[in-house]
């Protein structure tokens, strides 16, 4: 029989070859050179310094004795874990400009466009495999997960950032952010009444556990942190990373162009704190807008 020791290190090794799988995958969405020989150092850092704050947060060393940073919040509050995820997001949409401005003039093409296709097919995969490794059981396997969300980000994104303006971009992430805001706080939840913002009871609980009953986070089984509703303002975090990838690239002087972050990042952090007074911004899961507006902020700082 394996002991408790020998549980806990394998529960951990699991843990992190899930994660850096995702770092593996999301390593070929970052751009090799933001001009001919160059590399976008700020980028490389960025995300060198996400993962490893991922590779720390989900190997704590002891599960028992945990510093408080180092844990998700239990629904409402925000930790720097949480941040975590919505920074690989964000680092996806930096990427998508980088990848295919050069593109952009071709506009979304057929042959472009069985390629996003693709990738995304295959990262949606890998995430349902590392749902059902190793145990394979499709009865009870997660569909919505890290990976799955990634695929959509980078899907939705790029066929937006193909097709469209970035003054178009900067309408759509402000669309479905109130839009999303419109959903939780306004339409009654069928079966729980009015609409509310506790975890196994808001709209997005209450779809997930319509539409894959069975096939959620197995710490709930009743709703899910990447489930349908709550990709909606995952979708407008790909977009800020988009147009950040814009700003890096059209302003040339260092110093200007950090000003500028800076400048936008602090807008984004009043608007996100005003927003919270109606939306709260401190819900677990980035299940509520401003929560969203605050980690988007982070990423220009």
């Not at 951990?12 to 933001?34: A, G, N, Q, S």
């Not at 939705?156 to 109130?178: D, E, G, N």
Request: aromatic content about 14%; glycine content about 8%; charged content about 15%.
């Amino acid at each position: 029989m394996i002991g408790p020791v020998a549980n806990a290190g394998l529960k951990k090794l699991e843990l992190f070859t899930k994660w850096f799988k995702v770092y593996d995958i999301l390593r070929h969405f970052v751009p090799l050179t933001m001009q001919a020989n160059s590399r976008l150092e700020s980028l490389d850092v960025f995300r060198g310094l996400t993962v490893a704050a991922m590779i720390l947060v989900n190997n704590p060393g002891t599960w028992e004795h945990i510093y408080s940073p180092l844990r998700h919040a239990p629904w409402n509050g925000c930790t720097p874990t949480d941040l975590i995820f919505p920074f690989f997001l964000f680092i996806v949409g930096v990427s998508i400009h980088f990848a295919y401005q050069a593109k952009a003039d071709d506009g979304l093409t057929k042959k472009l466009f069985s390629k996003i296709i693709r990738r995304t097919l295959i990262i949606f995969s890998l995430g349902i495999f590392l749902s059902l490794f190793p145990k394979f059981d499709f009865s009870a396997v997660r569909i919505p997960g890290v990976l799955q969300r990634i695929s959509l980000v980078f899907f939705f994104c790029s066929v937006l950032f193909l097709t469209t303006t970035w003054l178009t971009q900067i309408r759509m992430a402000a669309i479905l952010l109130v839009a999303y805001y419109i959903l939780m706080t306004f339409v009654p939840v069928p079966g729980h009444g009015p609409a509310n913002l506790e975890p196994t009871t808001n709209l997005g609980a209450w779809l997930d556990y319509l539409l894959m009953e069975g096939h959620l986070w197995a710490q709930s089984k009743t709703w899910d942190p990447e489930g349908l509703l709550s990709t909606i303002p995952a979708l407008a975090t790909g977009i800020i990373g988009m147009l950040t990838g814009k700003l890096l690239t059209e302003i040339k002087e260092p110093g200007v162009r950090v000003s500028w972050l800076f400048f936008i990042g602090a807008i984004l952090i009043f608007l996100g704190l005003g927003w919270g007074l109606f939306f709260p911004s401190t819900n677990r899961c980035g299940r509520v807008v401003s929560f969203y507006i605050l980690q988007a902020s982070l990423c220009n700082f």
